[in-house]
């Protein structure tokens, strides 16, 4: 930190290069169905159902027994990935305190209201069956009105009960894609778990063997996840696009573990980094990366780098809970991972003034009334980073051993450039200089009144990363507020 009126710094520092971020708050991932589990790591939905009492076994045509039975024999594609080796060293960096906030939230996507091809039944309920045969087909139509992780439940069968379970999504339009089956032996509880995107869904359950049997069925359902669900395997990672992105996503439960993947198109440098909502959630998490061998743990306040990579490597990270600390499924994590940035030209320039000279105060930058400045960014070939936010952080009078920063914000367009304008204001200054310049031609004294302050540069969606740094942590600026030719 700095003391009050230390007036002690250099020029402009050098730019460090690691990462910025393109956002994602609009992307999301495919609201295709996945393929369900049978006997999961139960997670946070594995609780009792409220009590639905019972329903009947309504009779089902001819036509719709067909329509489950041809649906079930499709084959449903299932997505499937594979590890790559390790490829380069990763440098790890420990940043600094410095912080800004990040107000992104994902959205839940809306289900439209359709005609469902079976009765209805709520969420979260167990319903009891009875007076069931041998051979009885029973389906029931549920709704996920958000994205949610779920757990399929068909229990308490009858002893000499064997029931089988079914789970079909329909598109909205009647046609059925099954996403999964359990069919334990004899009387053993079935179960299927997932994360599922908001439509809606059916439970099929035919009875292998019954006679004037009972059972019960419901779905648990967990709709506290984010937006990237289900990615709780290294197979499932959601791969996020050629950029430097930033994603926000939390833990549903202690078993939850969220996977990611970044594929360095061009060879180019890879930059991660996890970082939390700014509620000091941070250490509920382990941000971790894979090293074509074993999961790497990156310390908080860490960033990581690949700083060279072979054209087509695929990164891996992954988040999961900390045992150590108690879970808060609504905390919100920040997650960086993408192209490292390179930071390749940034100005900062003031108005016109007779400038204090450096004999007498060193101050890289002298404005009156506003700065303009400007910043380009592209990865480690030259790609130009759009998308990213880098922020001119100004601080015009230091009057403590505080910093009192305000944030100007702009993004990168195209070329990876942003450029911006701050209006200083007026001001009275606290501090008073007498000094001859000749400039002009002439030469004159100046009496000047000012104060002293400083700016950096950083990225919104990355830590320590731009002009001024953990040891050097700002470039001086004089915000002249009255200057007049005396005698």
Known sequence: MKSKKAFMLGAAMAATCFASTFALA???????????????????????????????????????????????????????????????????????????????????AAIAAFTPLFPTLDINTLYTITGVETGAEIAYHFNLPKNSRIQVQLLNQSVGTDMSLTLFHDDGQGNLTPLGTADAAGNADEYLDGVLPAGDYYW????????????????????????????????????LPDALNQVTGNLDSVNDVDYFDFTSLRGQGVGMFLGDDEEGNRNQWIFERFDGNNWVVIQPDNTSTYPNLTPGYTVKVRVRANPAVTLNPQAHYKLTLGSAPRLNQSNVNGDNVVRIPSSIMQLATQAARSLSWSTQWSDSTGEPLRGVTPVLRVDKQFVDAGYRWVDYEATTGVTGAASGSVNLGTCSGDLHVVYPDSSSGQTYNWDTWFNMGGWRIELKEFPGVGVGGNITQYVSLGHICSQRIVP
Do not use: W
């Open 26 to 108: 609009e992307q999301y991932p495919s609201q295709a169905p996945g393929k369900l589990s049978v006997e999961a790591v139960r997670h946070a939905v594995d609780s009792a159902l409220k009590a639905g009492g019972k329903v009947e076994a309504a009779a089902m045509s001819a036509a719709l027994k067909q329509k489950l039975k041809a649906a079930k024999t499709a084959k449903p594609k299932v997505r499937t990935g594979k590890a790559a080796a390790a490829n380069g060293a990763a440098q790890d960096k420990v940043i600094g305190e410095l912080k800004k906030p990040s107000q992104e939230q994902l959205q839940s």
């Open 204 to 239: 099929y359950m035919v009875a292998n063997t019954a006679s004037n049997s009972q059972f019960s069925f419901g779905v648990a359902v967990d709709s506290n996840i984010d937006a990237f669900e289900p990615n709780d395997t290294a197979q499932a990672a959601f791969a």
